[in-house]
C-alpha cells in the first residue's frame, strides 16, 4: 500500500510562485506515474501535470502549461509541481496521485484520467488572491 502525502500549499497573491511536494510511503513509486489533480470549489476535479516513471515523459492541461513544472526525486520518493505566475483561478485543492500501472503505449492518453490512478493523498490547500 502507497500513502501519498502532499504539502506546500497555502495563501499567495496573484503572480507569485508555490511548490507543491507529495511524499510516498510505504513502498517506493518510482516505477509508478505519478500526477497532480486539483479541484476548485463547486468544480469537477481536473487534471493538471503527470510525470511519467522514468521522468522522461511529462504531460501538462493547457491551462498551466508555461506556469507549472512536474518534477521527481525517485531517491527520496517525492514529486513536486512548481507553480510560477500564479493566478486566482488556480485556486483549488491540489491532490498527489500515483498509477502503479508501468505503462508502454498510449501513456498521454492514459496519465490525464483519474480512474487510472491507484492512490491518492488528502490534498493541499492553494489560494490565490487577485
Known amino acids: 500500500q502507497v500513502q501519498l502525502e502532499e504539502s506546500g500549499g497555502g495563501l499567495v497573491q496573484a503572480g507569485a510562485s508555490l511548490r507543491l511536494s507529495c511524499a510516498a510511503s510505504g513502498r517506493t513509486v518510482s516505477t509508478y506515474t505519478m500526477a497532480w489533480f486539483r479541484q476548485a470549489p463547486g468544480k469537477e476535479r481536473e487534471f493538471v501535470a503527470a510525470?511519467?516513471?522514468?521522468?522522461?515523459?511529462?504531460l501538462y492541461a493547457d491551462s498551466v502549461k508555461g506556469r507549472f513544472f512536474i518534477s521527481r526525486d525517485s531517491a527520496n520518493n517525492t514529486v513536486y509541481l512548481q507553480m510560477n505566475s500564479l493566478k486566482p483561478e488556480d485556486t483549488a485543492v491540489y491532490y498527489c496521485a500515483a498509477d502503479r500501472n508501468r505503462r508502454t503505449t498510449n501513456w498521454d492518453y492514459f496519465s490525464s484520467r483519474q480512474g487510472v490512478y491507484d492512490y491518492w493523498g488528502q490534498g493541499t490547500q492553494v489560494t490565490v488572491s487577485s
Open positions: 510525470i511519467s516513471w522514468s521522468g522522461s515523459s511529462t
